[in-house]
């Protein structure tokens, strides 16, 4: 199976100021069709997942666009360019590609 | 607009068997994959199964695969989990969700399983 790992466990950010999580898999997630199916989700406190990001880079309907992601092969990073105080939870990326799909262990990030 | 309902949740003894349902509507339900992810108490998120916008292909995780399954009704807009040989580490919120770009889309609330004796 395909091991996602997110870096770092938690995040401690100043409202307005930047933020950044990493994740990288243990095998390239590009698909035969040239696809790469690394997607990323939030999951704020007592709330269903949300997905935010799709095929790296694709923000889906209604992700404001502080939100952006990218990477290629095996290594991904989710940037919050101004973090606000909506965006407490925990961030989750996902791989599509090969099956069993596998999500990283989840990042936590709190306002300081 | 997407929705999502989960039901059939509730507390299982080991070994015992459980069927969790999904509501769908809001959408054109038979077009799409859909997804099964649970989340354990305090833990993080773990992908289930998915099933086929046909409900003819289905994969599983290797830690469920032979116990549960994943199914769907089309005509009642209805996706299904059949939980069998129940065990404590099946203890979950799952969820489910619709499929698109392969992965997990738009989720419901999530129903929760309690496996204990």
């Known amino acids: 199976d395909v091991v996602m790992t997110q870096s770092p466990l938690s995040l401690s950010v100043t409202l307005g100021q930047p933020a950044s999580i990493s994740c990288r898999s243990s095998?390239?997630?590009?698909?035969?069709?040239?696809?790469?199916?690394l997607t990323w989700f939030q999951q704020r406190p007592g709330q269903s997942p949300r997905r935010l990001i799709y095929k790296v880079s694709n923000r889906d309907s209604g992700v404001p666009d502080r939100f952006s992601g990218s990477g290629s092969g095996t290594d991904f990073t989710l940037k919050i360019s101004r973090v606000e105080a909506e965006d407490v939870g925990v961030y989750y990326c996902?791989?599509?590609?090969?099956?069993?799909?596998?999500f990283g262990g989840g990042t936590k990030v709190e306002i300081k | 607009q997407v929705q999502l309902v989960e039901s059939g949740g509730g507390v299982v003894q080991p070994g015992r068997s459980l069927r969790l349902s999904c509501a769908a509507s809001g959408f054109v339900f038979r077009s799409y994959a859909m997804h099964w992810v649970r989340q354990a108490p305090g833990k993080g998120l773990e992908w289930v199964a998915v099933i086929s916008y046909d409900g003819n292909n289905q994969y599983y995780a290797d830690s469920v695969k032979g116990r549960l399954t994943v199914s769907r009704d089309n005509s009642q807009n209805t996706l299904y989990l059949q939980m069998n040989s129940l065990r404590t580490e099946d203890t979950a919120v799952y969820y489910c969700?619709?499929?698109?770009?392969?992965?997990?889309?738009?989720w419901g609330q999530g129903t929760l399983v309690t496996v204990s004796s």
């Open positions: 969700a619709t499929s698109t770009s392969s992965t997990p889309d738009s």
């Open positions: 095998q390239s997630l590009v698909y035969s069709d040239g696809n790469t199916f």
């Open positions: 996902m791989q599509g590609t090969h099956r069993p799909l596998t």
